[in-house]
């Protein structure tokens, strides 16, 4: 069964760890992304990817890191530099046009 | 850098009405692109528009894509309850395709009431 997984699916951190983010895609995508969601707002990017062992920064890379080292996996890291890290992380990949979401991770830093 | 726009940020409808939501683009558009997001859960894809002035239909809905390929809308006829979710366009960087960024509206909520 093709598709995106994510996990953990929600995520409780105290403020001052680095947590990091699973992203896993069996669709052969070579395209990857990482967003950020706030309650009402649409979707931001924070990196992507469109090969193995590159990425670019989207438009809020500020405290966070990613690394592709394969192209199935595209984990994130929320490091503790990020001043607001409570949000949805939502994983994407590509091929063509098309987006394919994750399910998404709810982190919570308090 | 390119912004998009959607509106309304909130729509409320009764079961049955129609529903409309808006995307305006600061640039010129390759193609643009409709994702539903139900509550709690994670966009999926709905259609692409490619070209100007086209008109797309999916049973109750229905998507255009404006002649300056810098606005679109999607309209809902006759809502469902299974309508109710997040509706977000999107749109790749001017020049590019959606292999690289895709640039979200901030969406309209849409309830509907049964």
């Known amino acids: 069964d093709g598709g995106i997984t994510q996990s953990p699916k929600y995520l409780f951190r105290k403020e001052g760890q680095n947590v990091t983010l699973s992203c896993e895609q069996n669709?052969?995508?070579?395209?990857m992304y990482w967003y950020r969601q706030d309650p009402g707002q649409g979707l931001r990017l924070i990196y992507y990817s469109q090969i193995v062992n590159d990425f670019q920064k989207g438009d809020i890379a500020e405290g966070y890191s990613v690394s592709r080292e394969k192209k199935e996996s595209f984990p994130l890291t929320v490091t503790s530099a990020q001043k607001n890290p409570t949000a949805f992380y939502l994983c994407?990949?590509?091929?063509?046009?098309?987006?394919?979401f994750g399910p998404g991770t709810r982190l919570t830093v308090t | 850098g390119q912004q998009v726009m959607q509106i309304p940020q909130y729509q409320h409808v009764q079961e049955g009405e129609d529903f409309t939501t808006y995307c305006n683009s600061s640039?010129?558009?390759?193609?643009i692109q409709w994702y539903k997001q139900r509550p709690g859960g994670h966009p999926v894809f709905l259609i692409q528009?490619?070209?100007?002035?086209e008109v797309k239909k999916q049973k109750r809905l229905t998507f255009q894509f404006g002649e300056a390929k810098k606005n679109s809308s999607l309209h809902i006829t006759a809502t469902q309850t299974t309508d109710v979710g997040t509706y977000f366009c999107a749109g790749p960087p001017q020049g590019g395709t959606s292999y690289g960024k895709l640039t979200f509206g901030q969406g309209t909520i849409l309830t509907v009431h049964p």
């Open positions: 640039t010129t558009l390759s193609n």
């Open positions: 528009l490619v070209k100007s002035g």
């Open positions: 669709l052969n995508h070579d395209a």
């Open positions: 994407a990949s590509s091929r063509h046009d098309q987006q394919y």
